[in-house]
């Protein structure tokens, strides 16, 4: 499986798409991982860059992850105008794309509400796979209280929570792959 990560620095915190390399293999599943990110960037600053447009269209990848922009959130609608515009490419290409939902601040779980409709509606206006990790993030956060989610700025993942948010984009393109679609609902797993 090729697996090529766009976004910023809550895709490359921990190194979460090594992260997700390895779950795979631990699974029997051979697995490389492309990253193309920058801190604090937006899709539509990806859009403009042809190193993106160079990697997925001759990457040969199977799945392009896409992540915006997270605290604070952008203008939806740019977000959905980039990732359509990226998405040409990945169709041309014979990839699927994969919208990586992330979480709101530590301080601010209502805001969870706005990235979650946001990246719902992206997933459905792409055809892309979800990937819903702020809402996993947030049912993980309250069934596990003593566990540390975040890093220390109360924005980014730590440790554990790079982790969780490995094995749900795993766990969704497997059951991609396999045909059974994705089941939101599903709680996540170990951390």
């Known amino acids: 499986m090729r697996v090529l990560f766009i976004g910023n620095s809550h895709t490359y915190f921990n190194d979460m798409p090594e992260i997700f390399a390895e779950l795979a ?23 403009k860059e042809p190193e993106v447009r160079f990697n997925i269209l001759y990457g040969h990848y199977d799945y392009v992850v896409l992540q ?10 740019d ?13 041309e290409a014979g990839s699927t794309p994969v919208a990586y939902m992330t979480w709101a601040e ?33 049912k993980y956060k309250q069934a596990h209280p003593e566990t540390e989610m975040y890093a220390p700025d109360g924005e980014h993942a730590s440790e554990t929570g790079s ?14 792959d ?14």
């Not at 631990?26 to 600053?45: D, N, P, R, S, Y």
């Not at 969870?112 to 819903?132: D, H, I, S």
């Not at 982790?163 to 991609?176: G, K, P, S, T």
């Open 25 to 47: 293999r631990k699974k029997g599943i051979a697995c490389e991982v492309t990253m193309i990110t920058h801190g604090g960037w937006f899709l539509h600053q990806h859009q």
């Open 68 to 77: 915006e922009h997270a605290h604070p959130f952008g203008p939806k609608e």
């Open 79 to 91: 977000m959905l105008e980039a990732a359509k515009s990226i998405n040409q490419w990945i169709q």
């Open 106 to 138: 530590k301080t601010n779980e209502a805001g969870q509400q706005k990235l979650t409709e946001a990246y719902r509606e992206m997933a459905e206006q792409l055809g892309a796979v979800l990937a819903p990790v702020g809402e996993e993030w947030w």
């Open 163 to 176: 982790r969780l948010a490995a094995e749900i984009l795993l766990r969704v393109i497997l059951e991609h």
């Open 178 to 191: 396999a045909g059974k679609g994705l089941t939101a609902d599903r709680p996540a797993q170990t951390v």
